[in-house]
């Protein structure tokens, strides 16, 4: 079964620091990849996705993430952090006919 | 408009007690989800439902049962509700089970058993 690994469970960084979090997953296959945000108190949000083509993906709020077909990665960046990113990332992934497998998610405080 | 919407958005019950969560989505999708979101904040499925199939993590108890009245809608009922119920749980839903399909999210329902 597909599983999804976070490299980090915490992650503290001051404002314009630059951002790199790490995702792996398990199985390969054909896969879509998303990384989905989660404000304090809310819902999920998608940032960004990749499907197909280019594997360097952008999304929203100045986020990009690159798919590494052959490290089954999928690591978001982002160049300078600001303190309303402070949330909870998720990395997700789904495999053809399947359910969306979440990581565990990390957690982000930028501090001002 | 809200393209996934849950009620209540907060659910205080007692040991014991039946409860239900509703989930609507707006967005024309065919396939649902409920997902558990457990106090160190690690998504589960519990199931997925697209008007033909429903598929169960066998994990879940089966106190937890979800009901459809139709693809818009995927409710969820838990029975003899216990104090390890106590998460947030969230209703999804995307266009189909295949690829390029992304989840949409509810804004969750804070469980608390008491």
């Known amino acids: 079964a597909q599983s999804v690994s976070q490299h980090n469970h915490h992650v503290i960084l001051s404002e314009a620091a630059s951002l790199e979090l790490g995702c792996n997953y398990s199985?390969?296959?054909?896969?879509?990849l998303f990384w989905y945000v989660q404000y304090p108190g809310q819902h999920l949000q998608l940032l960004l996705k990749y499907f197909s083509g280019d594997p360097l993906v952008k999304g929203i709020k100045g986020f990009e993430a690159e798919f590494i077909k052959s490290k089954f990665s999928f690591n978001l960046r982002k160049p300078s952090v600001q303190w309303s990113d402070t949330a909870e990332y998720f990395c997700a992934v789904k495999n053809y006919g399947q359910n969306f497998v979440f990581g565990p998610g990390t957690r982000l405080s930028v501090l001002p | 408009d809200t393209a996934v919407s849950q009620t209540p958005k907060y659910l205080v019950t007692q040991m014991g007690n039946d409860k239900s969560i509703k989930c609507e989505q707006n967005?024309?999708?065919?396939?649902m989800y409920w997902y558990k979101q457990d106090s160190k904040k690690f998504l589960k499925i519990m199931f997925s439902y697209n008007n033909k199939e429903l598929i169960i993590n066998e994990t879940v108890p089966n106190r937890f049962s979800p009901k459809s009245p139709d693809k818009a809608h995927l409710n969820l009922h838990i029975n003899s509700l216990e104090l390890g119920d106590s998460a947030v749980y969230f209703c999804a839903s995307s266009q189909g089970a295949g690829e390029f399909t992304e989840a949409f999210f509810g804004q969750g329902t804070r469980l608390t058993v008491v």
């Open positions: 967005l024309g999708h065919d396939t």
């Open positions: 199985y390969g296959g054909t896969v879509n």
